[in-house]
């Protein structure tokens, strides 16, 4: 399949310094790079990422067929399948290619921020039953079905329709799917492109949470950085709000699984070359590239719909234990983004505009003020960006800005990235332990997996706050607020 990848090992001295923030391993480094590579960082976050392979994924996903500008990595940047996670990738259309690797496993693994109009001392006497009563309405765990069985037909329609389905069910608000990326359903999708199996590992799974880095979380807004946007936002200081952490569960895992599968054979036909294995892709505009685009969208509207269900979960456990006792529990939607996907989205290449598909794998888009595909009541402010820490560290919410567009392809962070394996934090971390430490500052935790627990412990973790500043002060998003736990659910 092509050159096999380089066996040097890149040091800190590939690294052309562009900027404070930005470093960059120029073109000809390797002959079979067709873009540079950059990488979004401060000093500790670059020798941070040449602790794993991520640094040479990033540089052979510079080899794509069809991509512009520069292969990018934000600064939580991790190894991951194919594509380093952090990773952004944009391929000129209608000739560049799309790859499943580029998206990742878990498609439209994404974020969705819930604020209430309560102060978070407010609900802090009831905060082991609401976490309780989250954990028993949001089914989590691995392969775990929740309360909406689907037949055939009715998971057609969630496929095409995401979050947009709920409605009828009245799981969503109309300001619900507004204020989701995409307005709550991916365009392109067709169900005629996703596998018999994929069907039968996503039908019982709408409304559950997952295992993994997937959680909820009850979080107090701690500090506000920019009280105009927070105020559009609806964000205040000391203000209960809630994050969902999760994506399109087996279903989207299946849909990637197949393509990979099925790319294996489609870059031999086509003689395309890759220094590795797992960067398998297609022409977007082949038949191949197409129905993986299809199926694609279909798994990202699934996540669109489980994070929307799983709204209405958190909204009814909020009312169970919180009625007659707090006032102004209701939860509105902030915003809801996605940091695995692949888009059809215009940008500035080389003083034209194009059209690209730009790959996002552990990325958030961060459009800045005046983008298409903002909701009217958002235009002028940018995208609102979530971005959240490790367990028991802060989250932040961004904007987008002008300069994210200019210069990543309107995109920014992720999370913290990881510095541990899970099975590395397994061995250093234990989780009964962990739990306790978390009780004692005052975050109730419930987890259906102690070993889980240990997975996601801080530790395991990059600095949030080191990786936020540094796409702050690049200028690809601009903090609004920090938010802090108080409670904790995972699988």
């Not at 920019?226 to 203000?239: I, M, S």
């Not at 598909?357 to 983008?371: E, M, N, Q, W, Y």
Request: charged fraction near 25%.
């Amino acid at each position: 399949m092509g050159k096999p990848s380089p066996t040097r090992t890149i040091a800190r001295s590939d690294f052309k310094r562009i900027s404070e923030q930005v470093w960059e391993i120029p073109r000809d480094f390797r002959e079979d790079m067709r873009a540079p590579a950059r990488l979004y960082a401060d000093e500790a976050l670059l020798e941070a990422s040449l602790t794993d392979n991520s640094v040479e994924q990033l540089v052979n996903t510079a080899t794509l067929p069809g991509i512009v500008k520069y292969a990018i990595a934000m600064p939580d940047i991790h190894q991951g399948y194919g594509f380093p996670i952090g990773g952004v990738v944009a391929t000129k259309l209608p000739d560049g290619i799309i790859s499943p690797g580029g998206v990742g496993y878990d498609i439209n693994c994404g974020v969705r921020l819930l604020a209430s109009e309560a102060l978070a001392e407010e609900i802090s006497p009831f905060l082991n039953d609401l976490a309780s009563a989250i954990y028993r309405n949001c089914p989590s765990g691995v392969g775990v079905h929740g309360e909406i069985k689907l037949q055939d037909a009715e998971l057609d329609k969630v496929l095409v329709e995401g979050a947009r389905w709920t409605r009828e069910r009245s799981l969503a608000r109309k300001e619900d799917l507004e204020h989701t990326e995409e307005f709550g359903a991916m365009p392109g999708a067709d169900p005629e492109y996703v596998s018999h199996k994929a069907r039968e590992r996503g039908r019982g799974q709408l409304g559950t949470l997952g295992a993994g880095n997937h959680f909820i979380e009850v979080d107090r807004v701690t500090e506000v950085y920019d009280e105009t946007v927070a105020e559009r936002l609806g964000l205040f200081p000391g203000q209960a709000v809630v994050q969902i952490h999760c994506g399109s569960r087996g279903f989207g895992h299946q849909v990637c699984e197949d393509y990979v599968a099925r790319f294996q054979k489609t870059v031999r036909d086509l003689g395309i070359e890759l220094p590795d294995r797992e960067l398998v892709c297609a022409p977007f505009a082949s038949e191949d590239g197409q129905q993986y685009f299809h199926a694609m969208a279909c798994a990202a509207n699934f996540a669109f719909a489980n994070r929307q269900v799983l709204a209405g979960h958190i909204r009814r456990s909020f009312e169970q234990v919180l009625a007659g006792k707090v006032l102004a529990f209701d939860l509105h939607q902030v915003y809801d983004i996605a940091h695995n996907m692949a888009k059809i989205e215009e940008h500035e290449v080389g003083g034209t505009r194009m059209q690209v598909c730009v790959h996002r794998k552990g990325a958030t888009r961060a459009f800045g003020p005046g983008s298409p595909g903002l909701p009217d009541d958002l235009r002028d402010i940018g995208q609102p960006v979530l971005i959240p820490g490790s367990m028991g560290t802060a989250s932040y919410v961004l904007i987008g800005t002008l300069d994210s567009m200019e210069r990543t392809f309107g995109s920014t962070c992720h999370g913290a990235g990881r510095v541990w394996s899970r099975a590395r934090a397994r061995k250093m971390v234990r989780g009964e332990e962990l739990r306790q430490e978390l009780k004692s500052r005052g975050i109730a935790v419930r987890a259906g997996s102690i070993s889980g627990l240990a997975e996601e412990a801080p530790q395991a973790y990059k600095d949030v706050s080191r990786v936020v500043d540094v796409v702050e002060r690049a200028g690809i998003g601009k903090k609004v607020a920090r938010l802090e736990p108080v409670a904790v659910v995972k699988g």
